[in-house]
């Protein structure tokens, strides 16, 4: 698979800014509403955006500290590694969602968690997009990055990307489906 690079940049900016754009509307639910969970072992919205900042503390600083120490060189098309190929598809949501364990330490339930995680999942997608711009003039595929889960493996910045921003889009929709009630 090879992808034009303006193009992949390009949909996960656009994508980046819809998060952004429902994280703003999520600002003016209740905390109440916004602490819903649909089961007792099911996460609230808050949680689930606490999750996706957990995981944006660790990938935005990586991304960026990667950008910056790259030379400046860009290549018109992207191909995706295996393995990152591999772990970007298998966030993007589908009609029937499969269960995924995540991290002790990125599993926020029943923890205190307040209203202010929507302002730094908001500060985290604007940070993407300034990321994602900064990247037009980066090679994705020679520039690796660090995963959460282990410092033996590295991903091109490219599926890091793809990575990052599907896993946001993976727990937007849930709460989507966890809101309406």
């Not at 957990?54 to 060189?73: L, T, V, W």
């Not at 995540?102 to 968690?113: C, D, E, F, G, Y």
């Not at 033996?152 to 937007?172: A, E, P, Q, S």
């Amino acid at each position: 698979m090879k992808i034009l690079t303006s193009a992949l940049l390009d949909e996960l900016k656009e994508i980046t800014r819809q998060h952004l754009e429902y994280a703003q509307t999520l600002t003016l639910k209740t905390e109440e509403e916004l602490n819903f969970r649909i089961s007792q072992d099911s996460w609230s919205t808050l949680e689930c955006l606490e999750h996706l900042n957990r995981y944006g503390d660790f990938y935005i600083p990586e991304i960026n500290r990667n950008i910056s120490s790259a030379g400046k060189s860009s290549q018109p098309y992207f191909r995706p590694g295996i393995l990152g190929n591999y772990f970007a598809e298998s966030m993007i949501p589908k009609e029937k969602m499969n269960k995924m364990k995540t991290l002790k330490a990125m599993n926020p339930i029943h923890s205190q968690i307040h209203k202010s995680v929507i302002d730094t999942f908001i500060k985290q997608q604007e940070k993407l997009l300034e990321l994602l711009e900064d990247a037009r003039h980066t090679d994705l595929e020679k520039v690796k990055t660090n995963i959460s889960i282990s410092k033996l493996i590295k991903l091109r910045l490219g599926d890091t990307f793809r990575f990052v921003i599907y896993h946001n889009t993976r727990h937007i929709e849930q709460i989507k489906r966890i809101l309406p009630h």
